[in-house]
């Protein structure tokens, strides 16, 4: 009888976790860079571009990726493959709002699946500056999002976030 009870006590507060647990999450950063908007937009479009700003393609050098459709185009995709700290999956360009916003979709494989949809804005400060805001978002499926009760999202990859924005800022700006 006392393990039904213990049992049902684990089921409830299993349900309560679940109800209080956060059920989306949008974590982005931004950056302002010394270069035209059209000149921004244009690099950051391209997938093969953000191996030379990514922190995860500085995680694993070895990372095999593979690049299908037109590279900046709708529907272009890039496949990877690495360690441990940047597992497997994919992202896909989903939406160009030409000069303004790219969209796209990352699904992650291992080390556990997920799906985000993730964006890159660009607004025009003056002629010779644009800021960029990078971000990703989502939803905590039960009972992972009972997991984000413990875990930040932000703190998780928002300093990846900051590193790529200062990588990005560094490579436009030369």
């Not at 000149?39 to 690049?67: C, I, R």
């Not at 805001?133 to 009972?146: A, D």
Request: net charge neutral; charged share 25%; aromatic share 10%.
């Amino acid at each position: 009888m006392l393990f039904l009870y213990i049992l049902l006590g684990l089921v409830v507060l299993i349900l309560i976790l679940g109800a209080i647990a956060p059920k989306t999450y949008d974590v982005s950063r931004s950056v302002e860079i010394s270069k035209p908007k059209k000149e921004v937009f244009g690099y950051l479009k391209s997938l093969k571009n953000q191996d030379h700003w990514s922190p995860w393609a500085k995680k694993d050098p070895n990372m095999v990726q593979t690049f299908t459709g037109t590279d900046g185009e709708v529907g272009a995709t890039n496949r990877w493959k690495g360690n441990k700290q940047v597992g497997e999956g994919e992202q896909e360009i989903t939406k160009i709002v030409e000069g303004e916003r790219v969209e796209g979709q990352l699904r992650f494989l291992k080390p556990w699946e997920s799906t985000s949809d993730c964006y890159l804005i660009t607004k025009e400060i003056d002629s010779e500056t644009t800021k960029v805001v990078w971000g990703f978002s989502g939803k905590n499926k039960f009972p992972m999002s009972i997991m984000m009760l413990f875990m930040n999202m932000d703190k998780a990859v928002g300093k990846d976030f900051e590193e790529g924005l200062a990588n990005l800022k560094n490579i436009l700006e030369k």
